[in-house]
């Protein structure tokens, strides 16, 4: 729920997340289907509140959930409800960013989530404890964000010149390549490259992918601590 990219390459929209987090937190479960709210969701559980930070439905809507809105906050330490569960509760809507625009955040922590409505439209959520934020983006362009809770705006705007440097003159770039970004770029930098380990307390925990295309996902998920991967398709 750390880092997260958007790629668009010929039709189709790749969408990649690092899970940065506290060793202590246990590992997720790996991706399954799950009913919420009526609906069917596929999702890698937290197992610590039930949520999660990357779940997608059948119609190809995707909701990638990071930690913190547009500057780092100060954890007030107990909140209302969790922010993975919210992000369930956004997708599991018949249209979640309307969902979104009826939401009471009111008591709930400050974060950031990538929405792809039913694989056409891309938005970035995002709630700082007073007020949402709604932007609309370019889903023919390439985005990535990086987590304020952990990476200051300099290594935010480093990681951009990665992805940018990246994908600089490939004719088409597939979900490998994405993998490839996710698990190399910044490599042997363990404070702020895309696979962290900060003196053994805050790793990096996995990497979840989705790809979409004419309106179909499939959902990759590989668990870096088992050392296991989890396709499923939708």
């Known amino acids: 729920m750390c880092t997260v990219t958007y790629i668009w390459a010929n039709g189709r929209a790749i969408i990649t997340s690092n899970r940065d987090e506290h060793v202590n937190r246990p590992a997720s479960l790996s991706p399954q289907s799950y009913i919420v709210h009526g609906k069917r969701l596929t999702f890698p559980k937290d197992p610590q509140a039930g949520g999660t930070w990357f779940v997608t439905d059948e119609a190809a809507n995707v909701g990638v959930l990071l930690n913190g809105a547009a500057v780092r906050h100060i954890s007030r330490g107990s909140y209302v409800k969790s922010r993975g569960l919210v992000l ?138 088992e050392e296991a991967s989890f396709p499923t398709h939708l």
């Open 88 to 225: 369930l509760d956004i997708i599991a809507g018949s249209s979640p960013i309307e969902t979104w625009h009826a939401y009471n955040l009111t008591g709930i922590e400050p974060f950031t989530i990538i929405l792809m409505q039913q694989g056409k439209k891309l938005y970035q959520l995002r709630w700082d404890f007073i007020q949402k934020e709604i932007l609309v983006l370019d889903a023919t362009e390439n985005h990535i964000w990086s987590s304020s809770t952990l990476y200051s705006k300099e290594i935010q705007e480093e990681r951009k010149e990665w992805l940018a440097a990246f994908v600089a003159g490939k004719e088409d770039i597939d979900a490998e390549d994405m993998k490839h970004f996710h698990m190399y770029a910044g490599n042997g930098n363990e404070e702020n490259g895309l696979i962290i380990n900060r003196n053994d307390i805050m790793k990096t925990f996995s990497i979840t992918q989705t790809v979409i295309e004419q309106n179909k996902a499939a959902l990759f998920h590989y668990d870096l601590l």
